[in-house]
């Protein structure tokens, strides 16, 4: 078999994104292997190479044209200060189809207020630039120090002499685990997601920036899907009315006639959450024939 002619070089992120946009690839239609020991998984896509790089570094790696393309937070990309094409943006995490925030913590038991309060402090972050920004805007000033993980230990281990206080800003996606460590959240620096990115080279190159484009849809959808179900059923024509009613869709259900002219065969798309309370409604309703199936992609 010949090699393809064109290849798309797409990063994916390592690390705490990884199982999820894995999922998300396969959703959206891309079998991607991944070896523990390897970072280039193998990909059912000829026209995609695909290298597992940290998220951090992403960015840096589109920018000099190392990869054409690649996922990675809003985070790092400023925090590199890098200067890249965004395609879109995927608003999924760790464990939701939410955003991510980077917030001001201190432990519970700290005099500590507001930001203000930090004055002359430290502060131990991942995302040193961002969080010199934060603080430089406001006119406090604090020491910001690199963290090298375990953030949230180290807001007890930062009370400075002279009464000056430390903090830390790290990223959480519920706020749970800040309250696990007895942090309290004084403010949030910065409000984060995944995003599709792609260096300005690629972007310029017309297949290139087609094949980008598609995947960026494909994977959209494939968000757009996660928490949506389809569902069928059968309704009398005398209760057609009744029944389309109570149903929430994108625009309207289909409905068709049944072959032998006995009722209607209706379809609609909706949140998956309804499903629980709206199938026992349909069927007190009159419905029949009843079938919910998942879904991988929705394209609007």
């Known amino acids: 078999m010949s090699e393809p002619t064109n290849v798309l070089k797409l990063g994916l992120p390592k690390g705490s994104l990884e199982k999820a946009t894995l999922d998300l690839m396969a959703r959206a239609g891309f079998e991607v292997q991944v070896s523990e020991r390897s970072y280039f998984p193998r990909t059912d896509d000829p026209q995609i190479e695909v290298v597992m790089l940290r998220a951090q570094e992403m960015s840096r790696y589109v920018?000099?044209?190392?990869?054409?393309?690649?996922?990675?937070?809003?985070?790092?990309?400023?925090?590199?200060?890098?200067?890249?094409?965004?395609?879109?943006?995927?608003?999924?995490?760790?464990?939701?189809?939410?955003?991510?925030?980077?917030?001001?913590?201190?432990?519970?038991?700290?005099?500590?207020?507001?930001?203000?309060?930090?004055?002359?402090?430290?502060?131990?972050?991942?995302?040193?630039?961002?969080?010199?920004?934060?603080?430089?805007?406001?006119?406090?000033?604090?020491?910001?120090?690199?963290?090298?993980?375990?953030?949230?230990?180290?807001?007890?281990?930062?009370?400075?002499?002279?009464?000056?206080?430390?903090?830390?800003?790290?990223?959480?996606?519920?706020?749970s685990s800040m309250a696990a460590n007895r942090l309290r959240i004084l403010d949030t620096v910065m409000a984060s997601n995944t995003q599709l990115i792609a260096n300005l080279k690629a972007w310029k190159d017309p297949w290139k920036r087609a094949k980008i484009e598609n995947l960026a849809m494909l994977l959209q959808a494939a968000i757009d899907a996660k928490e949506m179900v389809g569902l069928k059923m059968n309704v009398p024509m005398a209760l057609e009315n009744k029944i389309k009613a109570m149903l929430p869709a994108e625009r309207s259900p289909t409905v068709s006639a049944l072959a032998d002219m006995s009722g209607l065969a209706m379809e609609v798309i909706l949140p998956a959450a309804r499903e629980r309370e709206l199938l026992p409604q349909l069927k007190r309703a009159g419905a029949t024939g009843i079938i919910v199936y998942p879904l991988n992609k929705v394209v609007h």
Do not use: C, M
């Open 63 to 175: 920018e000099d044209t190392v990869l054409d393309a690649g996922l990675t937070g809003k985070d790092w990309i400023a925090e590199n200060a890098s200067k890249i094409h965004v395609v879109s943006d995927l608003i999924y995490a760790k464990s939701s189809l939410a955003k991510v925030r980077w917030v001001l913590a201190v432990p519970e038991e700290s005099p500590v207020r507001k930001p203000e309060d930090l004055q002359g402090g430290l502060v131990a972050t991942e995302l040193v630039k961002v969080t010199e920004s934060y603080f430089e805007a406001r006119g406090i000033k604090v020491k910001v120090e690199f963290s090298w993980g375990a953030t949230e230990v180290k807001a007890r281990l930062l009370d400075l002499p002279a009464g000056r206080h430390g903090a830390i800003v790290d990223v959480t996606e519920t706020g």
